[in-house]
C-alpha cells in the first residue's frame, strides 16, 4: 500500500544526519529535537499551539482528558472511523454516541449530531477521513449553540485545508477546541516508528494537554492532576523535522496520483471515485472507491486484487457500532441511524496510494480492476 523505502532513499542523507545528531547528543528524552519540531509543526500549522506525543492515540485520549472528559459523559464521533476515536472516549469511562456519514466524503454528518446531544456530551470528535475535512463549518456551529468542545482526529489528514483560499482557509486540526495528528510511518507525514501531536488554538487549553501528557506536572515532583506518560521520542522528532520539510511536495505527489486515477477509472460506471468537496483540499491518505454493487462483489474485487498481487486495503470492513467491544455490551455505546455507514463498510475499498506512485504501477492496478469487471480498457 505504501513505498517508505523508496521515499526514504531521496531523504537518506539527510535523515541519517539528523538521526546520528541525536544519537551524538545523547538527548533522548525531550531536549533540542523535540523543541525544533515543535516550532516547525507550529510554524506549518499557522501557529497552533503544539504538544508533541507518542502516537495518534495518546494524542485523542489526551486532548479528551484536557476537556475533562470522564465517567458518564458521552462522546459523539462517526461510527466510521479506526477504532482509537471511540477507544480513547471509552477508556476514559465515557459512552461513545455514534453518528452516521455523509455518503459523499464518508465524514460525520452535521445533520446527524444534534439529535444524538444529550446534557451529558462533552465532546464532539469529528474523523477527518482518507485525508479530506469534515464539514467543519457546520459542526462548529452546532457544537457551538450547544457550548460543547469539538476535537478534530486529523491522524489521516495532515496539510489539509477547510474553505477557500481567498476566506482564510485552516488547517485540519486547528478548527476546533484541539485537534490531534498522527505520525504513524504509513500516515501522510510519517515517522520511522510511533509519533504524534496535538494542536489547539487557545493557549489555555494546550497548556492543559502539555500538563496531562507529562505525568501531570510543570515542575518535576509537583503533579497537579492526573497525567500519563506520552513523549515524543527525540529521533522520531529528527525525522519528522527532516520530512516535514517535503509535506507539501508529498501532498502534491498524493494528489497528482489520484488526479491519475481518476482519469484511469472515468468510464467505469461499476465504481464510484473519491468526492471532492470544492471548499477543501483532500490530501489523499487513502483513495478509497465505492464499489456500487455492494458487499459480494467487493470482497470478490478484493480476492481478484489479492490473486494479482495488488496491494489494497478495506477501511473500514466493520463500523464502530457493529464491533464486539462496543455492540455486546461490555462498553456502552449509542448511536443512531447508520444507514450510510452500513452502506459505505460494504462498498469501499482502497488502492495502493504513496508518494513513489508510478502511471505504470496505477495502469496495473486500473488493468486489473477493469479485467475483474469483464471490461476491458481504452
Ligand atoms: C492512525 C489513526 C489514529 C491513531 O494513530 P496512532 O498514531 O496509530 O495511535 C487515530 N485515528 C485515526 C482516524 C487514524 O487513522
Redesign the pocket.
Known sequence: MVDLRGQYEKIRSEIDRAIAEVIEDTSFIGGPAVKRFEQAFSEAMDGAHVIPV???????QIALMALGVGAGDEVITPSF?????AE?AALLGATPVFADIEPDTFNIDPATLEPLITDRTKAIVP???FGQPASMDPILEIAERHGIPVVE????TVGARYGTRTAGARFAGTMGQFG?I???PS?NLGAYG???AILSRDPGLADAARLIANHGSTKKYHNEVVGVNSRLDAVQAAVLRVKLKYLDEYTDARVRAADRYDDLFDELEEVHVPHRANDRTHVF?QYTLRVLEGQETRDALADHLREADIPFGI?YPVPMHWLPVFAAGTTPSRHGSMDETERAAGQVLSLPMHTELKDDQQERVADVVFAFFGISRR
Open positions: 507518542a502516537n495518534g492515540t495518546d494524542a485523542l472511523t479506526f477504532v482509537a476515536t480513547a474523523v477527518h477521513l482526529d486529523a491522524a489521516q490531534t498522527s505520525f504513524f500516515k510511533d509519533a504524534g491518505h477501511y
